[in-house]
C-alpha cells in the first residue's frame, strides 16, 4: 500500500501539472490574438496639414493620439504594428511620386513597402458651417467607417469596426462605401474610421480625454480582431470545447483513480493502518 500511495502522490502531480500546461496554452491563445499580422495604422494629417479644426483642438493631434494607443493594444494582441508617423509631420518627403497627393500616395507606398495584412487610416470628421444647417450640422456625432466600394474585404473590415464602435460610441450601425484615396489605392482590407465629430462640442471634449480615445480604440482594435477570425470561429469554438473536454476527463479519471485507491470499504485510517505493517 505504500507504493500505491506514493503513486497517487506522483499521479496527482502529474495531472495538476498537466492541468496548469493546459491553462498557460489556452492564455497564450487568447493573448495573441494576431500574431504574425502585420497592421498600418495610419494617422491621418500631420505637420502643416492640420485637418480639421476647431479653437484650441486640431484634428491632427487626436488622430496621433489615437494611432499611439491602437498599436500599444494591437502590439498586445501579438500583432506588428507600421505607425504612418509617431510625431507632429507629414509625409511628402517620404514619396518617390511627384503627383499632387503626395502624403497621401506615401502612406500606401508604406503599406506595399511593409507587406502588411491590413490598413486602418483614423480621421476625426467635422461639418462644414452653412448657416442654413447649422444647428443640424454641430448635432451630428458618432464614430464611422468607411470602405471602398471594390472593396469586399474592406466592406468586411469596416463593417466589423463599425460593429465593435457601436458597443462605446453612439455610432451609426451601418459602414459606408467611401471614394477616399487611401481606400481605393489600397491592395489589402483597408478601413477609414472617422472617431468623432470635433464640430460636435460635447463629442470634442471626449475626444481630448484619453479615457474616451481609449475606448474608442479597443472598439477599432476588436473590430480588426473580429475580421480576422470571423473565419476561425469555429477553430475558436473547438479549442474551448476541447480545453473543457480535458478538464473534465482529466478530473473523471481523478476520480476514477483516486477511487480505486480508496474503495468504500475501506477509510483512510485503515489505508494508513495497513500501510504501516
Known amino acids: 500500500?505504500?507504493?500505491?500511495?506514493?503513486?497517487?502522490?506522483?499521479?496527482?502531480?502529474?495531472?495538476?501539472?498537466?492541468?496548469?500546461?493546459?491553462?498557460?496554452?489556452?492564455?497564450?491563445?487568447?493573448?495573441?490574438?494576431?500574431?504574425d499580422k502585420i497592421i498600418v495604422v495610419?494617422?491621418?494629417?500631420?505637420?502643416?496639414?492640420?485637418?480639421?479644426?476647431?479653437?484650441?483642438?486640431?484634428?491632427?493631434?487626436?488622430?496621433?493620439?489615437?494611432?499611439?494607443?491602437?498599436?500599444?493594444?494591437?502590439?498586445?494582441?501579438?500583432?506588428?504594428?507600421?505607425?504612418?508617423?509617431?510625431?507632429?509631420v507629414e509625409l511628402s518627403d517620404e514619396c518617390d511620386n511627384e503627383k499632387v497627393h503626395?502624403?497621401?500616395?506615401?502612406?500606401?507606398e508604406m503599406v506595399e513597402e511593409s507587406d502588411a495584412d491590413l490598413f486602418v487610416s483614423i480621421h476625426a470628421n467635422a461639418v462644414a458651417n452653412a448657416v442654413a444647417n447649422a444647428v443640424a450640422n454641430a448635432k451630428r456625432?458618432?464614430?464611422?467607417?468607411?470602405?471602398?466600394?471594390?472593396?469586399?474585404?474592406?466592406k468586411a473590415l469596416a463593417t466589423s469596426i463599425q460593429t465593435a464602435l457601436c458597443t462605446v460610441t453612439q455610432a451609426s450601425r451601418?459602414?459606408?462605401?467611401?471614394?477616399?484615396?487611401?481606400?481605393?489605392?489600397?491592395?489589402?482590407?483597408?478601413?477609414l474610421v472617422e472617431v468623432g465629430y470635433i464640430t460636435n462640442i460635447e463629442e470634442r471634449l471626449l475626444l481630448q480625454t484619453p479615457e474616451y480615445q481609449r475606448k474608442i480604440v479597443e472598439a477599432i482594435a476588436q473590430g480588426i480582431y473580429q475580421f480576422f477570425n470571423k473565419g476561425n470561429l469555429q477553430h475558436t469554438q473547438s479549442?474551448?470545447?476541447?480545453?473543457?473536454?480535458?478538464?473534465?476527463?482529466?478530473?473523471?479519471?481523478?476520480?476514477?483513480?483516486?477511487?480505486?485507491?480508496?474503495?468504500?470499504?475501506k477509510t483512510a485510517a485503515s489505508i494508513a493502518e495497513s500501510s504501516a505493517h
Request: charge should be positive.
Open 1 to 35: 500500500m505504500r507504493i500505491l500511495y506514493f503513486g497517487k502522490r506522483h499521479f496527482i502531480l502529474f495531472l495538476l501539472s498537466a492541468m496548469l500546461l493546459l491553462s498557460t496554452l489556452y492564455a497564450h491563445d487568447a493573448t495573441h490574438k494576431l500574431a
Open 102 to 108: 503626395r502624403d497621401l500616395v506615401a502612406r500606401v
Open 174 to 191: 451601418t459602414a459606408k462605401a467611401a471614394d477616399y484615396f487611401v481606400l481605393r489605392r489600397n491592395k489589402i482590407p483597408a478601413a
Open 141 to 154: 456625432h458618432g464614430a464611422e467607417a468607411f470602405f471602398s466600394a471594390k472593396s469586399e474585404t474592406g
Open 42 to 88: 495610419d494617422a491621418s494629417h500631420g505637420g502643416i496639414n492640420p485637418g480639421a479644426n476647431r479653437p484650441g483642438v486640431l484634428e491632427k493631434d487626436i488622430n496621433l493620439a489615437i494611432a499611439l494607443e491602437l498599436k500599444n493594444i494591437l502590439n498586445q494582441y501579438g500583432a506588428k504594428v507600421v505607425l504612418s508617423r509617431q510625431a507632429d
Open 239 to 265: 479549442f474551448d470545447s476541447k480545453a473543457r473536454g480535458i478538464y473534465r476527463s482529466a478530473w473523471l479519471i481523478a476520480i476514477e483513480v483516486l477511487g480505486s485507491f480508496c474503495p468504500p470499504d
